[in-house]
């Protein structure tokens, strides 16, 4: 199954652009270059268009909070029995049929990160998907555990309020430091105890297995959480930072991963009083240049992934970071870089033509490639908008 | 009295480059070359672009406060009561809002602010300029009373909740029935046995053709319900939302009443918004309804405004169909297109000048106007 893309304005991400062809053969990139001569059972003629890699989501709740219902039928985000449910697993509450998933592939996502909702300080392992809606769900899944959900703020404290567990900021350090010492102290008699799923998701990530994705909008909560991984040690990648500008140059030296957004939100929580799109522009003059960009679709829907990039652009960040941000960055905090994320050989057919630069609100999709498929076709299909 | 020189102005539909005169607050006079007379003040506008300020015709700015967490400064619904006539959105809009520094700051100078819809009569809306420390003063009259209405999901929904009528849509439909009645009854009395009737004047005004209903709807079963009411009583209204109205062009049409679409860029998280689609602007478009969009805001904050039409640019519609939008079919619709939304001799000086075309996604606002005074731009450091 070979499909050549002939003649587009390439922009590989990972390198400069060019014009030239893009050969796919069995779902993998096997030539990126001009002049590629070989007969292919797909032909995409894309003279005056543009070419990208599929956009990566790094961060969001398509499948799992139902889109179009928002009933507690079809809503599995959030699992409020506990602040500490580390042995959750996104990939169970996953619905792989979700309209949301048809949303994605019009937006030109082709690979989406999914996790738990922010209910809880420890909530469970995300689930990373392939948005290839052809193929069985567990086909689709790239990462069955993408990394630890955790949550900082407003949203475990208000949700754990009423039950009392937790009532303040201090409460929800307190809890998680308490869920890791027990890790640590479960290791320790590991053999009388018995296998506990809970602890042992935390000591995956202790070990390192996977990163803690925490979702922290305030400076003040992100210091917390530093605090406490200096105090564990493990991986770490903020999720929302809507306040990071105010602390850029001190994560530019601790070195983090920064999953920045959703910046199309009122202010409506005290904890994102200080959201601002010139965020990642102030991070990137910082010198940090680990920033992806996250919708949290369905907090803003996944079509403003590009959209958002591109107002970040409005708002100081740089063109070639912007698209970066929705692409191999979201890949490398994934660790799927080697896979998906630009257009090099040996990588996955996950590509978009436009007919301008996908950082252009206007603009309009032509075509959407899965693992070298074609999943969107304009010219058959009407945008889902 | 100041001359702007030398920007690409939109006006009859296109940009032109155009120089304009503005005395007074309002414009004066546009053309080509226009000299300065002895005192006036000239502005240079060379390179960029100057187009109307921009309207919402259904926003909560003022009276759900951003920046204020969750209730402290969230006066949108008088949950007191399923039909609140004689509560006005005037009395709770903090003109100091942030939402509302924002929207000015990205070039949206008018607004009108309605109650929610959580009640089936909300109360009555009213349109503002954004910038402004006392509301009476930032007020564009209308020629007809604003009353906010609600159906279908929101009301219901809310009020099971309470354990209080109405619980379904048929209780919806009554409820409006029985208050349009009360105030026919209070009408036909002699003057001097009205006493207070703060209750019903609203709706007196409304089957007076004094006011005009403007209906928080979505499905098509609550259009239809509206259009039942409407013809048995007598009076104009205009669709919010509408979210199913495109789902029957054809209806649409033969309604020919205004509505005022979106918000779009959100996702369709329930039932009542299962058929939202960025289509129906340019599916109703089609069957020739006057339409306008609407931010909600703060659902969508005014300083993200620009976005849903860039994503409309994405459709069949011209440029100029999107514009309207948002400035002069927007002004139609709330009866002030005399006063806004348009770049014309004799109406305010409400415009704002862009560093590039108003479809570009890095096109700066560098200067909103409001009545010929700058109010915000993209300098100020709450815009984003």
């Known amino acids: 199954m070979k499909t050549l893309i002939k003649n587009g304005t390439i922009h590989p991400v ?141 949203n475990p404290k208000k949700t754990h309020q009423e039950s009392k567990k937790i009532m303040t900021r201090m409460g929800t350090a307190a809890v998680i430091r308490k869920a890791f010492s027990d890790a640590i102290a479960y290791r320790k008699k590991k053999d009388e105890k018995g296998f506990d799923p809970k602890n042992e998701a935390l000591l995956q990530v202790l070990d390192g297995e996977f990163k803690a994705h925490v979702h922290a909008h305030r400076a003040d909560d992100m210091l917390t959480i530093l605090r406490i991984r200096d105090e564990f040690g493990f991986q770490l990648s903020f999720e929302h930072a809507t306040e990071s500008h105010l602390i850029a140059d001190l994560l530019a030296e601790k070195g983090v991963e920064l999953a920045v ?26 010198g940090i240049s680990d920033i992806s960009l996250i919708t949290d679709d369905p907090v803003i829907p996944i079509l403003n992934l590009p959209i958002q990039a591109g107002l970040a652009m409005h708002h100081g960040l740089s063109g070639d970071l912007a698209l970066r941000a929705i692409t191999i960055n979201p890949a490398r905090n994934l660790g799927l870089a080697d896979r998906i994320g630009s257009i090099e050989k040996g990588k996955d057919g996950d590509l978009l033509v436009c007919d301008r630069d996908v950082l252009d609100p206007t603009h309009r999709l032509l075509f959407t490639l899965v693992n070298g498929k074609v999943a969107f076709d304009s010219s058959k299909q009407e945008l889902v908008l | ?122 109360g009555e809306g009213v349109v503002i300029k954004t910038a402004g420390k006392n509301v009476d003063k930032m007020v564009v009259p209308t020629p007809k009373k604003l009353v906010k209405m609600a159906f279908g999901r929101n009301p219901s929904w809310f009020w099971q909740g309470q354990k209080k009528s109405p619980f379904t849509r048929m209780a919806v439909g009554a409820l409006l029935r029985e208050q349009l009645v009360k105030a026919q009854n209070q009408a036909k009395k002699p003057e001097e046995e009205r006493g207070n ?91 020739g309804l006057l339409l306008s969009l609407m931010t909600d805001a703060p659902v969508i904050p005014l300083s993200l405004i620009r976005v849903q039409p860039w994503i409309l640019a994405r459709l069949e519609l011209s440029e100029a169909q999107i514009v309207d939008l948002l400035t002069r079919n927007a002004a139609k619709i709330l009866g002030i297109e005399d006063r806004v939304g348009s770049l014309s001799a004799g109406l305010d000086a409400d415009f704002m000048v ?31």
């Open chain 2, 197 to 287: 009737d703060l209750e019903t004047r609203l709706l007196q005004e409304l089957l007076d053709h004094k006011a005009m209903a403007r209906i928080h709807v979505a499905n098509m079963e609550d259009i239809e319900t509206i259009a039942r009411i409407s013809s048995e009583f007598g009076f104009e209204y205009v669709l919010d939302h509408a979210t199913a109205l495109h789902t029957n062009p054809e209806f649409a049409r033969s309604l020919g009443v205004p509505a005022i679409l979106g918000p779009l860029n959100v996702c369709a998280r329930s039932f009542q918004t299962y058929d939202l689609t960025f289509h129906s602007v340019q599916i109703l478009q089609d069957q």
């Open chain 2, 354 to 384: 862009l560093s590039s075309g108003f479809f570009d996604v890095l096109s700066v606002v560098e200067n909103t106007y409001i009545q010929g005074k700058v109010v915000g731009g993209e300098w100020d450091e709450d815009a984003h």
């Open chain 1, 14 to 154: 990972t390198s400069p652009s060019f014009v030239g062809d893009i050969l796919v053969e069995d779902g993998k990139i096997v030539g990126v270059e001009p002049g590629i001569q070989v007969k292919a059972d797909t032909l995409i003629e894309a003279s005056g268009l543009h070419v990208f890699p599929g956009l990566v989501e790094e961060h969001c709740h398509i499948g799992i909070h139902g889109e179009k219902t928002n009933q507690v039928s079809d809503n599995d985000v959030n699992e409020w029995s506990d602040p500490v449910t580390p042995q959750l697993l996104a990939m169970d509450g996953v619905k792989p049929f979700d309209e949301g998933f048809r949303y994605a592939i019009s937006a030109g996502v082709t690979t989406l990160n999914i996790f738990p909702g922010s209910a809880n300080p420890i909530g469970g392992f995300g689930v990373t998907l392939k948005n290839d809606l052809d193929v069985p769900y567990q086909e689709r899944v790239l990462l069955e555990r993408s990394g630890m959900k955790m949550a900082m703020g407003e």
């Open chain 1, 261 to 286: 957004g959703p910046m199309f939100t009122a202010r409506y929580k005290i904890e994102v009083n200080n959201r601002t799109l010139r965020t990642p522009g102030i991070l990137e003059k910082a």
């Open chain 2, 1 to 122: 009295m100041e001359l702007f020189k030398g920007g690409q102005v939109w006006k009859d539909d296109r940009l032109q480059r155009l120089d304009f005169r503005v005395e007074n607050g309002r414009f004066v006079s546009f053309g080509t070359d226009l000299q300065p007379s002895g005192d006036t003040r000239v502005i240079d506008l060379e390179g960029k672009y100057v187009y109307p300020g921009m309207i919402d015709p259904h926003t909560h700015v003022g009276i759900f406060e951003e920046m204020t967490g969750w209730e402290a400064g969230n006066d949108t619904n008088e949950y007191s009561s399923p039909a609140t006539p004689s509560v006005r959105a005037i009395d709770a809009i903090n003109p100091l809002d942030a939402g509302l520094r924002s929207a000015r700051n990205a070039g949206v100078t008018t607004v009108c602010v309605l109650p929610g819809s959580s009640n089936v009569i909300g």
